[in-house]
């Protein structure tokens, strides 16, 4: 039997029989918490998950792999993005701000799965929480949607305005937060997808501890990944994202899931990217791209330009490039304003790029172009809420920044280079690609390491 009292950081969910004052793992002070294990049901539980027909290696050359088994998501987005469709028995996390629409684009999932096959009119969308009580589906492809933030009828409200809450018989809804019932339920019905929304919310009552705390988080991941393993059901499960940009009940989530999902975007546009973070079934960093409306997410066919905003020409400031996001080549508008200052330490203000990044190429202008920064305070803006890692930006943003700067409308240009600190421009991955997409897209001033050497060069041509 192991100690009925555990110690776990919430940083980074170290273990430890006794209380430190630090994390040896991840330095932390003060954020070992307590947790008890009240009884070992939970633990016994744990072990009657195990597949009751015996353990049999298999080799190699008997193992079928089927693509078609994949489940597709009804969005060819998402699907694309997971590698082409949900694995069986895979547990994928789905990452992002909070309101940022997880619980929509599942939600419509789960609709577009159970409506796949049958649809029947006059049944229930919601199912009560009896339990044992849930009648198992045998024919269709069914979905168990587990909230623990919403009511049954709050789910049916949202699907009613997504616009097909009516005639599903396929999709079950449970508002449920415990885990061990949670567990329970999908060996009971066993479903063909289980999504739980949201991790945070899921406690076992054997822990100490409350929801959302790395042991609780922790726990209910292991007890569905168990699940999911052993009768080849695959699990979505929602995880909110800190301040910081992790998944609470931090790193630990993401290194124990097969995929983690990201949704990001600007709240106040309704562009919605979804990332691989990681994939054990598929490519990372691969992106798909929705829009929210007013009647759930869309996704966005031909989504090059969708980050470009319709502002005259003649506007200065405004600088294109193309990033690259998976294998997509992606058309992005950077801005710049650069204003006079009368701050000893004149402000800089980064969204959508790194800001130590600006700091470096603004350290570049100053020395290498002799452009007066340090008297400006800066502003720098990626259009559409894109957030933008690619090198390939660099040159991007020390041209938007000129154009600012010296009032020269550079609409139609488009910088695609890093630059590095002696104000050189470098190659960067893929030109042919991303060079394609912005001839296709008409435009022809194309100002990359290939065609120039120096940052210096180009601002000269530029007049
Ligand atoms: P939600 O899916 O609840 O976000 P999350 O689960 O990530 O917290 O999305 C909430 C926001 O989305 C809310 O501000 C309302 C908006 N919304 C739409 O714009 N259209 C819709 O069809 C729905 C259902 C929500
Ligand atoms: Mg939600």
């Not at 789910?155 to 449920?176: M, T």
């Not at 959508?352 to 008297?375: F, M, N, S």
Request: glycine letters at 10%; aromatic letters at 4%.
């Amino acid at each position: 039997m192991k100690s009925s009292i555990s110690f776990v950081c919430q940083e980074c969910g170290y273990e430890s029989a006794q209380w430190m004052g630090k994390c040896p793992e991840c330095n932390e002070w003060n954020s070992l918490k307590e947790f008890r294990i009240k009884n070992s049901e939970s633990r016994i539980k744990g072990e009657k998950l195990k597949p009751q027909t015996p353990i049999v290696p298999k080799t190699l050359k008997d193992v079928i792999y089927q693509e078609k088994s994949r489940l597709k998501t009804g969005f060819l987005e998402a699907d694309g993005v997971l590698g082409g469709g949900i694995v069986p028995g895979s547990v994928v996390l789905l990452a992002g701000d909070p309101g940022i629409g997880k619980s929509t684009l599942l939600l419509q999932m789960a609709l577009n799965i159970s409506n796949g096959t049958r649809e029947t009119k006059g049944s229930k969308g919601a199912k009560k929480t009896s339990g044992a009580s849930v009648s198992p589906v045998s024919s269709g492809t069914s979905v168990l949607y587990i909230s623990g933030e919403e009511s049954e009828q709050q789910i049916k409200l949202r699907a009613n305005r997504i616009g097909d809450g009516s005639k599903n018989d396929n999709l079950l809804l449970l508002s449920l937060t415990d885990t061990d019932a949670v567990v329970s339920v999908v060996e009971e019905i066993k479903p063909d997808l289980v999504i739980v929304d949201s991790i945070q919310t899921m406690e076992s009552e054997g822990l100490g501890g409350l929801s959302g705390s790395v042991g609780q988080v922790r726990y209910a991941t292991s007890a569905f990944i168990k699940v999911a393993k052993s009768l080849n059901i695959p699990f979505i499960l929602v995880g909110h994202v800190t301040k910081g940009g992790m998944v609470a009940g931090p790193m630990v989530l993401s290194h124990m899931v097969d995929t983690v999902l990201f949704l990001e975007g600007e709240k106040n546009t309704g562009t919605r990217i979804l990332r691989s973070l990681k994939n054990r079934f598929g490519p990372v960093d691969e992106v798909g791209v929705f829009t929210m409306q007013g009647e759930g997410m869309k996704e966005i066919k031909n989504p090059e330009q969708i980050f470009l905003s319709e502002q005259s020409a003649d506007a200065s400031g405004s600088v294109l490039t193309v990033t690259l996001e998976g294998t997509r080549a992606f058309l992005v508008e950077i801005q710049a304003l650069a204003v006079y200052s009368k701050l000893p330490m004149p402000r800089r203000v980064a969204s959508g790029i790194d800001y130590k990044r600006l700091e470096l190429l603004l350290a570049v202008l100053q020395k290498h172009c002799r452009l007066p920064v340090d008297t400006m305070d800066i502003f720098v803006n990626v259009a559409g809420g894109l957030k933008l890692s690619d090198p390939a930006a660099d040159l991007g943003i020390c041209l938007a920044v000129y154009s600012s700067l010296k009032n020269v409308p550079l609409k139609k240009t488009i910088g695609i280079a890093e630059v590095g600190l002696l104000g050189e421009l470098r190659s960067v991955n893929m030109i042919e690609k991303r060079i394609k997409q912005a001839k296709k897209l008409g435009f022809k001033n194309i100002i990359t390491a290939e065609t120039q050497r120096s940052l210096n060069n180009v601002l000269r041509t530029l007049g």
